[in-house]
């Protein structure tokens, strides 16, 4: 992080860095423009479906969560949702790849904290899908 002439923390793309309070303010400002109540006064922060179904909502508090370096959970389950949207085995083995190497193994760089008989239970069913979408591939190159 380096520092600009104003004095705001720069981050690594040279664009200003919100701190964790100039995020969260930012993120309720965000809210606010897409919220509204009855008063006009204060309001509701918004849910995390509401966050998570709001682009703009998910970039800032996205944001937020790198700047207070704990994102890990926010880009674990955009991953999942990657998983879940993908039409074949052949298209989830690289997305269940990068969720058992990036989010699930012991010592994983962005290792999520979950209980550890879900992880290793994780890990084995991904382990699981991957021999077998290997196996139908190598019995179909094989036939072919």
């Given at each position: 992080m380096t520092s600009t002439s104003s004095g705001e923390a720069s981050g690594v793309s040279g664009q200003p860095s919100l701190g964790v309070s100039s995020a969260s303010s930012s993120l309720q400002s965000v809210s606010a423009a897409?919220?509204?109540?009855?008063?006009g006064e204060g309001y509701p922060p918004p849910s995390l479906?509401?966050?998570?179904?709001?682009?703009?909502?998910?970039?800032?508090?996205?944001?937020?969560?790198?700047?207070?370096?704990r994102d890990e959970n926010l880009t674990c389950y955009q991953v999942v949702l990657r998983y879940q949207?993908?039409?074949?085995?052949?298209?989830?083995?690289?997305?269940?790849?990068?969720?058992?190497?990036?989010?699930?193994?012991?010592?994983?760089?962005r290792q999520v904290n979950i209980d550890s008989a879900l992880r290793r239970s994780l890990?084995?069913?991904f382990e699981h899908v991957a021999q077998n979408t290997h196996s139908a591939s190598a019995t179909r190159l094989s036939v072919s």
């Amino acid at each position: 992080m380096t520092s600009t002439s104003s004095g705001e923390a720069s981050g690594v793309s040279g664009q200003p860095s919100l701190g964790v309070s100039s995020a969260s303010s930012s993120l309720q400002s965000v809210s606010a423009a897409s919220h509204s109540t009855a008063s006009g006064e204060g309001y509701p922060p918004p849910s995390l479906d509401e966050i998570f179904h709001d682009d703009d909502l998910c970039a800032w508090f996205l944001r937020f969560l790198e700047e207070t370096r704990r994102d890990e959970n926010l880009t674990c389950y955009q991953v999942v949702l990657r998983y879940q949207a993908a039409q074949s085995a052949q298209a989830r083995l690289p997305v269940a790849e990068q969720l058992v190497n990036t989010y699930l193994r012991e010592g994983a760089p962005r290792q999520v904290n979950i209980d550890s008989a879900l992880r290793r239970s994780l890990i084995a069913v991904f382990e699981h899908v991957a021999q077998n979408t290997h196996s139908a591939s190598a019995t179909r190159l094989s036939v072919s």
